[in-house]
């Protein structure tokens, strides 16, 4: 019978190099202290090769967080698209209300007309139905409101009884800010912007340098592997060895498979970045144009409503007075415009 005593530790380090470094201590053995050395010199040699997979993780981990920035803002995106439709949902409200009152009083008007024999009653059929169509109308304004309201409260993740008002002030401030913006604006400084800050073109630089790390991983492996090999054994049988070991695998097709498709790969990031970047410059283009191109519209618009507005007055004048060219069609007609011509600068 053979019976071998040892306790001792074993301890391994891997350096940037590559290094690998393996120290046995047996304090029972016949050799207490054990050393051997593997030095690289072509596959696995060099911080390029070995650190790759640390830097791959550190790569995918700013993705993550990348990740948790484009939602971040996209919820705050969603949630200013919302705020911006409550106003527009109240200001449709407004106008609908302001359209009622003008209608009531012209219904009052009339009457008044009716009764002082100054017009025939059936008139007043015509203007109650326009009184009725203004009341939907304002029903419909406020359901509306109700709706923006509520799909803002489940955007912030209430449940809470709240109703939001914009006031008229806030909303000015808003848009003069926002014109105020507008006016420096130029696509290139826009399109620089972008691609500093921009979490989705920002992963895509990081999808790149990951393809690239890659490729570098797959272009290693089909080097030969030759180390530097070196064994120390210290004690009553000491001994040491030294040499160089060649390794190579041959007809192995997994190998160029695997460069290959990194090679692929790499490319193809290559390809989808030039094409992120042509699509940010075009969407950056489209949409500045299509921001100037409103501001023209809403100008517009507002001289089209200011026109609609005079042009009631003066046709509502012409009929309370009962001269030609103020019949009640017409008023009724005018009062529809200035409705419209308002919904459409509050679009704009």
Request: charged share 25%; no cysteine; proline share 2%.
């Amino acid at each position: 019978a053979t019976l071998t005593q040892s306790a001792g530790i074993l301890g391994e380090v891997t350096t940037r190099q590559g290094t690998q470094i393996g120290l046995t201590l047996d304090a029972l053995g016949d050799t207490p202290i054990g050393l051997r050395l593997t030095q690289p010199l072509l596959r696995g040699a060099g911080t390029a090769v070995n650190e790759a997979p640390v830097e791959i993780a550190r790569l995918q981990e700013s993705q993550n967080f990348l990740g948790l920035q484009q939602t971040l803002i996209e919820t705050v995106s969603t949630t200013v698209t919302q705020y911006t439709s409550l106003i527009r949902a109240q200001a449709a409200v407004e106008i609908q209300s302001q359209a009622l009152a003008r209608r009531q009083q012209q219904l009052e008007i009339l009457t008044a007309l009716v009764a002082a024999g100054r017009r025939a009653a059936v008139e007043l059929t015509d203007t109650r139905r326009s009184v009725a169509n203004a009341e939907r109308d304002l029903l419909v304004a406020q359901t509306g409101l109700e709706a923006a309201n509520t799909a803002l409260l489940d955007q912030l993740g209430t449940d809470q009884n709240l109703l939001f008002v914009a006031a008229a002030d806030t909303i000015r401030d808003l848009f003069a800010a926002a014109v105020a913006r507008v006016e420096p604006y130029e696509v290139e400084t826009l399109v620089a912007i972008a691609y500093q800050q921009r979490p989705d073109y920002r992963q895509r630089l990081l999808d790149q340098d990951v393809a690239q790390l890659n490729l570098a991983i797959a272009a290693d492996d089909l080097r030969w592997q030759l180390n530097l090999e070196g064994d120390a054994d210290l004690g009553d049988a000491s001994s040491t060895t030294l040499g160089l070991v060649a390794r190579r695998t041959f007809d192995d097709p997994a190998l160029e498979t695997a460069r290959v498709r990194r090679e692929v790969e790499t490319a193809q990031q290559a390809n989808r970045l030039s094409q992120q970047r042509i699509a940010i410059r075009n969407e950056i283009t489209n949409r500045l144009n299509t921001v100037r191109t409103n501001l023209v519209r809403v100008d517009a618009a507002r001289r089209a409503t200011e026109n609609a507005r005079l042009q009631l007055e003066a046709t509502r004048e012409l009929f309370e007075r009962g001269r030609s060219g103020g019949n009640l069609f017409q008023v009724i007609s005018q009062e529809e415009n200035l409705v419209t011509a308002q919904s459409q600068e509050l679009q704009a």
